[in-house]
T-cell receptor, first 115, second 115 residues
Framework: GAGVSQSPSNKVTEKGKDVELRCDPI?????LYWYRQSLGQGLEFLIY????????KSGLPSDRFSAERTGGSVSTLTIQRTQQEDSAVYLC?????????????FGPGTRLTVL | AQSVTQPDIHITVSEGASLELRCNYS??????LFWYVQSPGQGLQLLLK??????LVQGIKGFEAEFKRSQSSFNLRKPSVHWSDAAEYFC?????????????FGEGTQLTVNP
């Protein structure tokens, strides 16, 4: 079946602009995760959704970052007033549910470049 | 807090040679351990995972890993490397918290394969 998809694959924006990154999880997966991969920081957890529960936002680096998940499926990560340090690859993953043993399947990522 | 250390940032091996990538973790409870591979421009692909039971775990593409609790290690091995194995490899520990679950990743090891 189809894997996790993300759009756009690449995004170039100017400092101060807002951006939206989209993630389509695998159908039937109730858990959805956002990670950020950047030079010097490795792979960082950002936020996690499980079904209709309140998301775990503890990894978001600042209040400029937010995410929502509509209808328990598609998720959008929004970065307001982008800064150059936001440049990174943003990875989305999904799993059957939030149980740690469930494999997280990753999308190809969105490469964000802030000029 | 949990952490994962991959001591080798970059490893170069010849095609056909054996490979061992090191991973050490720090986590207070029983760890759930994963190895992912990332090829250029691709998302993360799961190679193998350890939850419990047999400490030698077999994965895809001929990879295996051995969990050693006494050494807090989960090293990845392959007896004969192929040129297509050139990629970045990430070790991760799955953490179950009251608010949900997430993966904590190591910094990654970049593998170069010489012909």
């Amino acid at each position: 079946g189809a894997g996790v998809s993300q759009s756009p694959s690449n995004k170039v924006t100017e400092k101060g602009k807002d951006v939206e990154l989209r993630c389509d999880p695998i159908s039937g997966h109730t858990a959805l995760y956002w990670y950020r991969q950047s030079l010097g920081q490795g792979l960082e957890f950002l936020i996690y959704f499980q079904g209709n529960s309140a998301p775990d936002k503890s990894g978001l680096p600042s209040d400029r970052f937010s995410a929502e998940r509509t209808g328990g499926s598609v998720s959008t990560l929004t970065i307001q007033r982008t800064q150059q340090e936001d440049s990174a690859v943003y990875l989305c993953a999904s799993s059957l549910d939030s149980w740690t043993r469930d494999t997280q399947y990753f999308g190809p990522g969105t490469r964000l470049t802030v000029l | 807090a949990q952490s994962v250390t991959q001591p080798d940032i970059h490893i170069t091996v010849s095609e056909g040679a054996s490979l061992e990538l090191r991973c050490n973790y720090s986590y207070g409870a029983t760890p759930y351990l994963f190895w992912y591979v990332q090829s250029p421009g691709q998302g993360l692909q799961l190679l193998l995972k350890y939850f419990s039971g047999d400490t030698l775990v077999q994965g895809i593409k001929g990879f295996e890993a051995e969990f050693k609790r006494s050494q807090s290690s989960f090293n990845l091995r392959k007896p004969s490397v192929h040129w297509s194995d050139a990629a970045e490899y990430f070790c991760a520990v799955g953490v179950r918290e009251t608010s949900g679950s997430r993966l904590t990743f190591g910094e990654g090891t970049q593998l170069t394969v010489n012909p």
